[in-house]
């Protein structure tokens, strides 16, 4: 994947799961990865820098982006990858603060990066940012109404700023997977057999970024196909 070689990549959500299996793998293809985490990353090689701080925070996310210039140069590639998921069966009895929890990381998160990340590009005529965003996006779930109404957002968040950008050179992809096996669930019981793997999911993003600069993709979407057929 000669393309992602001494890119500059901004990832958030970068400490486990899906987050992790996309920064090995474009840190095994050459890339400079600058990783955003609320929990404390560890970073073990010279193209590695990490940033402890919420993407819901704007200063937080400002400060994270000055270093990543100060350490790499400039930005270009964004993958928002943090991403809260909280059940909510039952709605009559859902607290705010859960609300406000997943719409500050999956809506506002994707915002603030996203603002971070095109004022960098913008200039240059190039960049590319992949939101990952999940089938819940898509089609709702009586058990997670909450988390589906802030993964709808974002992608209605995300379509509208691709369609300003895409003339100015700049490429946005939306990354929809279905469930993954990772720690999002939980203790829950669910059939983790038929989800995903991280490792899945971090295949399609450096397949998205590994395209050719004239390629744009803006939408993928993606299943274990045991879950579709169950």
């Given amino acids: 994947m000669s393309q992602l070689k001494n890119k500059v990549v901004f990832l958030t959500g970068a400490s486990s799961g899906i987050g992790e299996a996309v920064q090995q793998l474009l840190l095994a293809n050459g890339a400079k990865v600058f990783s955003m985490s609320r929990s404390q990353v560890t970073a073990n090689e010279p193209n590695h820098r990490v940033f402890a701080g919420d993407v819901g925070n704007e200063a937080d996310v400002q400060e994270a ?4 210039v100060a ?3 400039t930005v270009d590639v964004l993958i928002n990858n943090a991403g809260v998921g909280l059940p909510t069966p039952d709605l009559a009895e859902t607290e705010l603060a859960v609300f406000e929890q997943m719409v500050d990381t999956n809506m506002r998160g994707v915002f603030l990066c996203s603002r971070e990340a ?3 590009m ?3 005529g190039k960049g590319h940012i992949v939101n990952l965003i999940s089938m819940a996006g898509q089609r709702t779930n009586p058990n997670a ?3 589906c109404a802030s993964k709808f957002g974002a992608r209605g968040l995300s379509g509208g700023f691709a369609d300003q950008v895409l003339k100015q050179g700049i490429k946005v992809t939306d990354v929809n997977p279905g469930p993954v096996d990772s720690a999002y669930w939980g203790d829950r019981k669910v059939a983790r057999e038929k989800f995903l793997k991280v ?3 971090a295949n399609i993003i450096t397949f998205v970024l590994s395209q050719p600069e004239y390629v744009v993709i803006r939408e993928i979407n993606f299943d274990n196909m045991k879950f579709l057929a169950r």
């Avoid at 982006?65 to 990543?68: A, H, I, K, L, Y």
């Fill in 65 to 68: 982006f000055r270093q990543c």
């Fill in 71 to 73: 350490a790499f140069g």
């Fill in 118 to 120: 095109l004022r960098m």
């Fill in 122 to 124: 913008k200039p240059k």
């Fill in 145 to 147: 109404p909450l988390y």
């Fill in 199 to 201: 490792e899945d999911v």
